[in-house]
């Protein structure tokens, strides 16, 4: 079992940036493979960014080149660094956890990206 925790949402202006965290509990962290969701209102949820175990890491072409995903194994952490941020940005972050058929998804964290 994972729990996971996630802070540093918050409302920012355009071409801004934050840095989001994801804390894991209960389970051995550097063997999962983590990653960043957003959910915008009235759409589906989809990956930002994500990391493997291994450290390969994974963007969407709608951030690429903007957002930074990084783990620190030694924190049970994963950050995913957000910047020039834009209007379209906004929506509620998730991180998850998987290794293997488990899987683990966080409460989620505002960001609004004021235009």
């Known amino acids: 079992q994972v729990q996971l925790v996630e802070s540093g949402g918050g409302l920012v202006q355009a071409g801004g940036s934050l840095r989001l965290s994801c804390l894991a509990s209960g389970s051995i962290f550097s063997t999962y493979n983590m990653g960043w969701y957003r959910q915008a209102p009235g759409k589906q949820r989809e990956l930002v960014a994500d990391?493997?175990?291994?450290?390969?890491?994974n963007y969407a072409d709608s951030v690429k080149g903007r957002f930074t995903i990084s783990r620190d194994n030694a924190k049970n952490t994963v950050f995913l660094q957000l910047n020039s941020l834009k209007p379209e940005d906004t929506a509620v972050y998730y991180c998850?956890?998987?290794?293997?058929?488990?899987?683990?998804w966080g409460r989620g964290t505002q960001v609004t990206v004021s235009s």
């Open positions: 998850r956890a998987v290794r293997g058929i488990s899987g683990y």
């Open positions: 990391t493997a175990s291994g450290g390969r890491t």
